[in-house]
């Protein structure tokens, strides 16, 4: 099922509180990514919660960005 994201918000440990457009809310952890290729970057915290959304899914300041399908799939409702 394909979703975009209409919300993120940064949250504590490295998670991200995702809305998606079905107003779905979700918690979708980073930390198995942050040693990983550019997003490696995103340790710094700043960078982290420089985090928003672009089109229909959500990138970085640093250009890194994820797939929105994949974000719904291994995200948790909350």
Same mark, same amino acid.
């Given at each position: 099922m394909y979703?975009?994201? /209409?919300? *993120?918000?940064?949250? %504590? @440990?490295?998670?991200?509180?995702? !809305?998606? @457009?079905? &107003? +779905? *809310?979700?918690?979708?952890? =980073?930390?198995?990514?942050? @040693? /990983?290729?550019?997003? /490696? +970057?995103? /340790? &710094?915290? $700043?960078k982290?919660? $420089?985090?928003?959304?672009?089109? %229909? !899914?959500? +990138?970085?300041?640093? @250009?890194?960005? =994820?797939?929105?399908? =994949?974000?719904?799939? +291994? $995200?948790?409702?909350?």
């Amino acid at each position: 099922m394909y979703l975009s994201v /209409k919300k *993120v918000k940064p949250v %504590d @440990e490295y998670k991200l509180l995702l !809305t998606f @457009e079905n &107003d +779905e *809310v979700r918690l979708f952890d =980073m930390n198995p990514y942050l @040693e /990983k290729g550019i997003f /490696k +970057e995103l /340790k &710094d915290k $700043s960078k982290f919660n $420089s985090v928003k959304i672009c089109f %229909d !899914t959500i +990138e970085w300041e640093n @250009e890194a960005d =994820m797939d929105p399908e =994949m974000l719904y799939e +291994e $995200s948790i409702p909350v």
